[in-house]
């Protein structure tokens, strides 16, 4: 499942939507960005996810998606080569909330988006109003539970990955540059779900030639 649908408390109030993005800088696997719609009351402790130890992490992302208006989209390595990892990380938003709003059947009236760009005028699929916010995880609740949430699914997806490529160590690294994954790159070379585009992969690659 890729979003969810609360009790219809969104249905009377301006519906202000949180984006964010998990995996831009790993070497492996998809980028993940999810949107959420906090319902009320919303959890407590939301923040951002980087600044949670692993258990909060877990039961907030939970809470988020048993109670709140959530969609996540998922752009998967072929498509980070293609498009770049900042494109594919827009169109990875995009879907996010086309998702939610697609779960609601309404559109956000806004969405914040952390970081200093947003999607739109990047993608001709996006339609909604949008404002940035540098460190928006840690300044907006509903950009926090949307990272809570884009990097509880991702790091889920690694570890299923680390199950069938387990020579990278995926579910301790989650894909990032870490020496230990850098070696197992020197030593077996990339597999399908490295992304060719980055630097120590196409490295790697050239080498196991």
Known sequence: MLSGTPHPQFGSTPLVVGVDEAGRGPLAGP???AAVALCKPRPVGLDDSKKLCAATRARLDLSVRRRCAWGVGVVEVEDIDRLNIFG??????????????EALARDPD????????TPSGRRPEWRWAARPIVGGDGKEPAIGAASIVAKEWRDRIMRDHAKVHPQYGWERNKGYGTADHLAALRRHGPCPLHRRSFSPVAQADLFAA
């Open 88 to 101: 594919a990380t827009m169109l990875a938003m995009t879907l996010a909330v086309a998702r939610l709003a």
């Open 110 to 117: 806004l969405v914040l988006v952390d970081g200093n760009l």
């Open 31 to 33: 980028v993940v960005a």
